[in-house]
C-alpha cells in the first residue's frame, strides 16, 4: 500500500505553487542577477526552446584558458571521506597542518572500521571531538546531468596489512608537537569550530563559520546553540542519512537555507510594512516563494521517478524498487521534520517538495573534488636533492608505510553549482571540469577544452566521450535523452 504524506493533501495548493515552472523571463532574470553577482562576465545563460537552457560564451576563451569557476547553492563532504580529510564545512579547503591531516587519519585508521563508522555518525557516537582535536542541464525534454569527473587517484584509504605507528608519535603529530621536515612549505588554514559547538563542523575561517551558520548550520547544528526543533531527532536524521544515503543531508542543507532566508525576508517585510498582516497566509506564501527562488530554477523530477535503475535490479522488479525508494524518502522526510520543522514553511516538508528537492540533485550535482596537500608534501619530498631527501625520509618513509598505497586521499563529496548545471551534454565538448593547482577548495571549475567564440555554446560532457556511440547513447539514457550532437550524428549507424 502505498504511503501517504498528510502535508501533501494539507498543503496542496502551495506545493503546486512551489513546484510550478517559472517564466523564461524570471529564469533569464535570475541568471543575469547570478551572472553578475559573482562576476561571471564570460559566460551568460540563455533559454533555448526546444532544449531548456544552456550557458553560452560572452568571450572569446583559448584553450585551457578558464571559463567559469561556480560557487556552490549547497554541497556536502561524502560520510565516508571524513575519517579521511579534514576539510573546511563550508568551502572544503584542507585544514589545520599537514602533521594534523596525516596524524588524524593515522589515528582513526589504527582504531578500525569501528571508528570509522562512529566518526560517520556525527555527534550520535560523541566521537566528533577525538576526530576533531586529535547537470547537466536543466532541461524540459532533454539532458539531465550528474557529472562525475575523473580527478585522479581517489579512492578510499585502507588500513590493511599498512605498517603501525606508536601511539605518542600519532598524538604527537594531532597536538602539534611533531613538526615534520618541510612542512612549513605548505601552510595551511588554522581550524575555526563551529559556533554552535557542535564539535562535528569546523572551518578556515571566521567568515566561513558565520556564512555557514546564517545560510544551513545553525539548524543542523547538534551543539548547545542550535537552533534546531529537536537536537535528539536531528541526531536520528543524521544517523539514518548516513546508514542509508548521504543525498539526504544535501536536501536538508537545501530546506535549512530556505527556512533561514524566509525569516529573514519575514523579519525585513514586519519591519517594513508593521505587524498589521503578519500572519496572513498569502503574505507569508509569497515569502516563501521568494526565498524558494534559487531550487525554483533547476530542473526537477521526483527522486523516485529519475533515480536511474541499479545493474542488479531487474526491470520487472522496477515499480517495487522504485516504491522502495519512495519510502526511505519517506523515512528520512519524517525524522528531518521531528528536527527542524517549522509551521510556516510547512509545504518544504510535503513529500512531493522533498522528492522533487533530492531528484534535482540527483540530475544536476557534480562532483565536489578538492585535493589533498598531503600529496603535494610527499611529492616534495621525493623530489628533493639526495642528501636533504634521505634526511627527511627517516621521518617521512615510516608514515608513507603506514598509510599504505593510498597515502593522499581527495576531499570528496557532492553540490550543486547552479550555473554549471545548465551546461548541456555533448559527447564533443568543448569544456570541461578540471580543477587547476590554484584550485583549492569546492568551487566548480570549468576549462576551455578547445578555443571557444564568442556567443559558442559551451558544453561539457556527461560521460566518458571516447566510449563507443552504443555505449554513449545507453549511458546518456539514464539522463533522459538521446544525444544528437555532431559526433553522434556522424557515429549513427
Not at 180 to 205: N, Q
Not at 251 to 277: D, F, M, P, W
Not at 280 to 296: F, G, V
Request: aromatic content about 8%; charged content about 25%.
Amino acid at each position: 500500500m502505498e504511503i501517504v504524506c498528510p502535508i501533501d493533501e494539507k498543503c496542496a495548493s502551495e506545493v503546486s505553487c512551489l513546484l510550478r515552472l517559472p517564466s523564461p523571463l524570471q529564469v533569464q532574470e535570475y541568471f543575469d542577477q547570478l551572472s553578475s553577482t559573482r562576476n561571471c562576465h564570460g559566460i551568460k545563460v540563455k533559454q533555448i526552446s526546444e532544449r531548456g537552457k544552456g550557458v553560452y560564451a560572452g568571450m572569446d576563451f583559448q584553450e585551457e584558458e578558464l571559463v567559469l569557476k561556480d560557487q556552490m547553492l549547497a554541497g556536502i563532504q561524502h560520510s565516508s571521506n571524513k575519517m579521511d580529510c579534514l576539510v573546511c564545512s563550508f568551502c572544503f579547503r584542507f585544514i589545520g597542518s599537514i602533521e594534523l591531516q596525516i596524524g588524524r587519519r593515522l589515528y582513526l585508521q589504527s582504531l578500525g572500521d569501528s571508528a570509522n563508522d562512529k566518526c560517520h555518525m556525527g555527534s550520535s557516537s560523541h566521537t566528533s571531538e577525538d576526530c576533531y582535536n586529535t547537470d547537466s542541464s536543466d532541461m524540459e525534454d532533454d539532458s539531465y546531468m550528474k557529472n562525475h569527473e575523473d580527478y585522479g587517484n581517489c579512492a578510499p584509504g585502507s588500513s590493511k596489512d599498512n605498517i603501525s605507528l606508536p601511539k605518542g608519535f600519532i598524538e604527537s603529530l594531532m597536538n602539534g608537537e611533531l613538526e615534520l621536515p618541510f612542512s612549513d612549505k605548505f601552510p595551511l588554514p588554522s581550524t575555526i569550530p563551529c559556533p554552535g559547538g557542535c564539535g562535528e563542523a569546523c572551518y578556515c575561517s571566521k567568515s566561513c563559520a558565520e556564512a555557514d551558520w546564517e545560510l544551513f548550520h545553525s539548524l543542523l547544528c547538534t551543539g548547545e546553540r542550535s537552533k534546531a526543533l529537536s537536537r535528539a531527532a536531528l541526531l536520528k536524521f543524521i544517523e539514518h542519512a548516513n546508514g542509508t544515503n548521504d543525498i539526504f543531508l544535501l536536501a536538508a542543507k537545501v530546506i535549512c537555507s530556505i527556512i533561514l532566508r524566509y525569516r529573514k525576508l519575514k523579519a525585513a517585510h514586519l519591519e517594513e510594512q508593521g505587524k498589521t498582516n503578519a500572519n496572513s497566509k498569502s503574505s507569508n506564501l509569497s515569502l516563501l516563494l521568494e526565498a524558494w527562488k534559487p531550487i525554483s530554477i533547476g530542473y526537477k523530477r521526483r527522486w523516485w521517478d529519475c533515480i536511474a535503475l541499479p545493474d542488479d535490479v531487474d526491470s520487472s522488479d522496477e515499480a517495487s524498487f522504485r516504491m522502495k525508494i519512495r519510502e526511505l524518502a519517506f523515512t528520512s522526510l519524517q525524522l528531518l521534520k521531528a528536527a527542524i520543522f517549522d509551521s510556516e514553511c510547512e509545504p518544504l516538508f510535503s513529500l512531493e517538495i522533498y522528492g522533487h528537492i533530492i531528484g534535482m540533485f540527483e540530475l544536476n550535482n557534480l562532483d565536489l573534488v578538492v585535493a589533498s596537500p598531503v600529496e603535494d608534501y610527499f611529492l616534495y619530498i621525493d623530489d628533493l636533492l639526495h642528501g636533504e631527501k634521505k634526511e627527511a625520509e627517516k621521518i617521512t618513509r615510516p608514515i608513507l608505510d603506514a598509510l599504505g598505497d593510498d597515502y593522499s586521499i581527495c576531499c570528496q563529496g557532492t553540490a550543486f553549482f547552479p550555473l554549471q548545471s545548465c551546461m548541456n551534454h555533448s559527447c564533443c565538448p568543448n569544456g570541461k571540469a578540471f580543477k587547476r593547482e590554484e584550485d583549492r577548495d569546492g568551487q566548480a571549475v570549468i576549462i576551455a577544452q578547445r578555443p571557444i567564440c564568442k556567443g559558442e555554446e559551451v558544453t561539457i560532457s556527461y560521460i566518458d566521450e571516447d566510449l563507443p556511440y552504443g555505449e554513449r547513447q545507453t549511458l546518456l539514457a539514464d539522463y533522459g535523452f538521446r544525444c544528437s550532437c555532431p559526433k553522434c550524428l556522424e557515429e549513427e549507424p
